[in-house]
């Protein structure tokens, strides 16, 4: 075959070029994967608008602020338009969508003064910021073909509510700072929220499922759970700005602070619940372990963060009057009836975290205010838990369950026992030659026994059956 009768291979033209990669280490690597720019433009504008209006009047400085953020809040709904509609970019646009939340809560922010300095046009302006955020809500969801189903978008909306409509629950009782409602209603911040949390125990037993054809690129639980999860972070934050903004105290406690650690611990056990339902129904036991674990940081929070201003222990004598024990005794016995509820619900280290709850009443008493103010060891707890341990280990005959149950009693009388001998040593001189003189004379008869081939008959006869 001559070259003239071979075939010729077609030329092929060059692959279109395919998106940029941004693998390097480089700062501009970095910067066009992580994309932090979003971020750092939120906060240089947020803090610019405080220095800004910071320092102006309450009523024109809210109105000022309040253009401010809704304006921003408008420009980051219209990136997030931008990057899906036109672009087709997602990989950012979670972060624009938090943002957006970030604004309505700093927004629900803005009013705190003006509500203190004129409670119906504050209260005007919250209503008009929730709705601000309803709408831009709606509007970007339908703009980016996003669908949010109601078991997350009814708690998303109630979340909303709590943060731009409980401040003006507290307004008729301003005038009253060392009153019991007003004191009671900045605590009680942390219990609406966790009841908000609750609301979403529709959509966690619905799972993954629940969420497909939505319209999300990211997968479950990414969303819609990172939403949530950012609302909880601002739990703690808003509580304690309710306690800063609203509690106002004159004269020497002015700058006194009724907010403590503890004021979140109801939020957390909600967190805690619903974690452990989670893992339940998704078979996840890297969730019901983190929900197990939150307990026990709960109470050691509760330890902590007690302060010796008026205002601050004002409120905790009530808080000790009302539930019967300090935030530190209240919240174990909460993490005990916790880990009961788990383990009626079939996760069996329940019951040690039960167990451990019950011992740790053996020390922390009603008045235990903080983990350096630990009581004696008192009987009744560890007698329960010997008792719990023993009749647990019986029913899963687990023979190394009902030895802990024998050891912490034993421990205890060893403990008990040994203080009782100190304090008698000071009052018997020879107390010490009399003890080891009768703990020698049982060791002695053993012996003689032994000599005799007593104990040797004994041996061979317990073999022997």
């Known amino acids: ?43 240089l504008f947020l803090f610019g608008l405080r220095l800004s209006f910071d320092a102006q009047d309450p009523d024109a400085g809210s109105w000022l602020l309040m253009a401010g953020l809704g304006g921003y809040t408008l420009l980051l709904a219209a990136a997030a338009l931008l990057l899906v509609r036109f672009a087709g970019v997602w990989d950012d646009v979670r972060t624009v969508l938090l943002l957006v939340v970030l604004m309505f809560l700093a927004t629900s922010v803005t009013f705190d003064d003006l509500l203190v300095a004129d409670p119906v046009r504050g209260a005007g302006l919250n209503l008009a910021g929730l709705g601000f955020a309803v709408l831009v809500t709606e509007g970007v969801l339908r703009g980016i073909r996003l669908r949010l189903p109601a078991g997350f978008r009814v708690p998303y909306y109630l979340a909303l509510a709590l943060f731009f409509l409980y401040p003006i629950l507290l307004t008729p ?6 009153g019991g409602p007003l004191q009671w209603l900045l605590w009680g911040f942390s219990p609406a929220a966790g009841l908000v949390v609750f609301t979403l125990l529709p959509a966690v037993r619905r799972g993954p499922d629940y969420v497909r054809g939505t319209g999300s690129p990211w997968p479950w639980p990414f969303y819609p759970w990172s939403l949530f999860v950012f609302l909880g972070l601002a739990v703690p934050a808003r509580a304690f700005l309710l306690c800063w903004s609203f509690h ?50 709960l109470v050691a929070l509760a330890g ?61 008493g009603p008045g235990t205010l903080a983990w350096d103010e630990l009581t004696e060891p008192r009987a009744w707890p560890l007698a329960a838990v010997a008792a719990f341990q023993i009749a647990l280990g019986l029913r899963r005959r687990d023979a190394w369950r ?61 073999e022997e059956f």
Do not use: C
């Not at 994309?35 to 939120?42: E, G, I, Q, T």
């Open 402 to 462: 009902v030895l802990a149950g024998g050891v912490v009693p034993a421990a205890w009388a060893a403990i008990a026992g040994w203080r009782g001998y100190v304090a008698l040593r000071a009052e018997v001189p020879g107390l010490d030659y009399l003890a080891a003189g009768l703990g020698l004379l049982p060791l002695a008869v053993l012996v003689s026994l032994a000599k005799a081939g007593v104990l040797g008959r004994v041996l061979r006869w317990e």
């Open 1 to 43: 075959m001559s070259s003239a009768d071979r075939p010729v291979d077609p030329v092929l033209p060059p692959p279109p070029p395919g998106p940029p990669t941004y693998g390097g280490r480089t700062l501009l690597g970095w910067v066009a994967t992580g994309n932090p720019l979003y971020v750092v433009s939120a906060g």
């Open 173 to 178: 009782y301003l005038h009253d700072p060392r």
């Open 248 to 297: 106002l105290l004159g004269g020497a406690d002015r700058e006194s602070l009724i907010f403590g650690p503890y004021f979140v611990v109801p939020f957390g056990f909600a967190v805690a619940a619903l974690l452990l339902e989670l893992g339940l129904e998704r078979d996840r036991p890297t969730v019901r372990w983190v929900a197990l674990a939150v307990p026990a940081g």
């Open 304 to 364: 902590v963060g007690h302060s010796a201003d008026a205002a601050y222990t004002g409120f905790l004598a009530r808080f000790i009057a009302v539930l019967g024990g300090t935030p530190l005794f209240v919240t174990v016995l909460a993490a005990g009836a916790f880990y009961l509820y788990a383990w009626g619900r079939g996760v069996a280290v329940g019951a040690d975290g039960f167990a451990a709850a019950a011992l740790a009443l053996a020390v922390v």
